[in-house]
């Protein structure tokens, strides 16, 4: 039976440090990391999402602000706001939140913030400097999984790891990072052939193919690591992971649980790298 991995819980510890460092940080520098998000329209995740993000800055002892947008606001007045923040010293972190309505450009909107404020680590910039080697901001999802392998001593060096999943949020950069920690590295996805084959040569399986319990125990090697990035709704409306639980656990040596894992992970480095940039602002 595998071992959990408690995300909830180490990000606890973290956030709890992070907060101790903000307090040097003022105490010493006169300085308060400042994250700002922009939330465009009134869509119901998302809603969830930003308050549980201005609830863990404003408990890491940062200041906080989210700018509400109706759904109807042009690209224009947005790319105007972005540019106004990424000009005032304040603020140190700037977060739009995704999706945006069809009518904005999500690229020129992710071009637009300054990749030394760009906290979620999508700006080309950011993500040509993880690719060649120079990491600065980054991912925050991918960002947390490394943690949490650091926190629970998984050593990825020579090991096969195989993410299932491609976007540039989680899989191209969890590509990168495991290849930095010297682990040999394949990125599958949907249209992969023989991707159950293929799953069960990896001793760390990292999921993010948004299906609902897609990876069963016939895609897991004995004694794997697997990490869950999946946030999926059942048909009883029960939040589940890409991972089905209960019969992979049997066989992982590892596991993240949904929810519980990789979910408060991802906000805790958001808000470590808001900390981060506020100290390279010195």
Same mark, same amino acid.
């Given at each position: 039976?595998?071992?959990?991995?408690?995300?909830? =819980? +180490?990000?606890?510890?973290?956030?709890?440090?992070?907060?101790?460092?903000?307090?040097?940080?003022?105490? *010493? &520098?006169?300085?308060?990391? =400042? +994250?700002?998000?922009?939330?465009?329209?009134?869509?119901?995740?998302?809603?969830?999402?930003?308050?549980? *993000? &201005?609830?863990?800055?404003?408990a890491a002892g940062f200041r906080s602000q989210i700018i509400r947008l109706p759904e109807a606001v042009t690209q224009t007045e947005l790319l105007g706001i972005i540019d106004t923040y990424n000009n005032d010293s304040a603020w140190h972190g700037i977060l739009v939140q995704l999706p945006l309505p069809d009518h904005i450009d999500e690229e020129q909107v992710l071009l637009a913030i300054d990749p030394d404020k760009d906290v979620d680590g999508f700006h080309p910039t950011n993500m040509g400097k993880l690719w060649s080697g120079h990491p600065v901001m980054i991912p925050s999802t991918p960002a947390g999984i490394m943690e949490m392998l650091r926190a629970y001593e998984v050593d990825l060096s020579g090991k096969t790891a195989l993410v299932i999943g491609r976007s540039n949020i989680v899989g191209k950069p969890m590509a990168q990072m495991l290849l930095d920690a010297n682990a040999t590295v394949t990125i599958a996805h949907s249209r992969t052939k023989n991707l159950e084959q293929l799953a069960r040569t990896a001793d760390i399986l990292i999921v993010a193919i948004g299906r609902g319990n897609f990876i069963t125990k016939d895609f897991v090697k004995d004694g794997a690591v697997v990490i869950d990035v999946g946030m999926n709704r059942d048909q009883q409306g029960k939040l589940v992971g890409d991972v089905a639980f209960d019969e992979v656990a049997q066989l992982a040596s590892l596991i993240t649980p949904v929810p519980g894992g990789v979910g408060p992970m991802t906000i805790t480095m958001l808000m470590e790298q808001t900390y981060q940039a506020a100290l390279r602002s010195l």
């Open positions: 039976m595998a071992t959990i991995i408690d995300g909830k =819980g +180490l990000a606890k510890k973290m956030q709890l440090e992070l907060a101790e460092k903000t307090a040097k940080l003022k105490a *010493k &520098e006169g300085i308060v990391p =400042g +994250l700002v998000v922009i939330l465009v329209g009134d869509n119901p995740a998302s809603q969830v999402y930003v308050r549980n *993000k &201005e609830r863990s800055a404003l």
